[in-house]
Nanobody, 113 residues
């Protein structure tokens, strides 16, 4: 059974950058058609941030376009989310998802001065 572990979260000032990583174990991410990053802020529903498909096609939430970049490294069994120009409203727990049902445990991102 595939397990996902996120890392790379933390506290960053507005305008800063973070790179999140989601490493898979117990299976290969290559088998999953879509890999996605989601986030959930306090009191809000979980929302899609970015998704990447088999052929590395990507799709982004409007809030992420131009600032975030999703990528996948099938050889390292890892999917990444590069986040630039971070804003306080990006503060949330970020989760990765493989396919339709495999979720990681989340990593906290806090953007604050």
């Amino acid at each position: 059974q595939v397990q996902l572990v996120e890392s790379g979260g933390g506290l960053v000032q507005p305008g800063g950058s973070l790179r999140l990583a989601c490493a898979a174990s117990g299976g290969t991410i290559f088998n999953f058609g879509a890999l996605g990053w989601y986030r959930q802020a306090p009191g809000k529903e979980r929302e899609l941030v970015a998704v990447i498909g088999y052929g590395s096609s990507t799709n982004y939430a409007d809030s992420a376009k131009g600032r975030f970049t999703i990528s996948r490294d099938n050889g390292k069994n890892t999917v990444y989310l590069q986040m630039n120009s971070l804003k306080p409203e990006d503060t949330a727990v970020y989760y990765c998802r493989a396919g339709s049902s495999v979720w990681g445990q989340g990593t906290q991102v806090t953007v604050s001065s």
